[in-house]
């Protein structure tokens, strides 16, 4: 039995850093999100004001995580073309939203759910396509 290590390596990788890109945001702004609920002040235009909020250990936890999945995100925008990457990585957008309904007990109305699914729909109409769209896309 051959294993094809050609497109279909590329794209399982592709896939692969995607689902770790998802993971790290959805994460990183549950963290954030919890964090700041426990911060007492209100963010105004203060910066001292967000530089304490920034020493709460889950708003730190979560901003670490975004600046890693911002790092992922490069790495895949350098196997896949923005017009695939941008809308399939909205997922993220439903993930949230369920993590914000289940851990932070935030209120989720029908209308977000069916905006958030609409989305979810979205998403996998792109993936479904091609990850690239150039000639030279395969590396």
């Given at each position: ?19 770790f ?16 609920k ?98 030279d896309?395969?590396?």
């Amino acid at each position: 039995m051959k294993i094809s290590t050609g497109r279909s390596g590329a794209v399982l990788k592709t896939y692969s850093i995607l689902l770790f890109f998802l993971a790290l945001k959805a994460a990183g702004n549950s963290a954030m999100a919890w964090g700041m609920k426990q911060v007492p002040e209100r963010m105004s235009m203060n910066p001292a004001l967000y530089l304490r909020a920034m020493l709460n250990p889950f708003v730190a936890m979560g901003i670490a995580a975004l600046i890693l999945a911002l790092l992922i995100r490069m790495a895949l925008l350098s196997l896949a073309d923005l017009s695939f990457v941008l809308p399939v990585t909205a997922v993220g957008y439903v993930i949230s939203v369920y993590l914000g309904k289940a851990l932070l007990n935030e209120t989720v109305t029908r209308q977000r759910w069916l905006g958030t699914l609409l989305i979810f729909a979205g998403a996998i109409l792109v993936g479904s396509t091609s990850r690239n769209t150039t000639q030279d896309g395969a590396k």
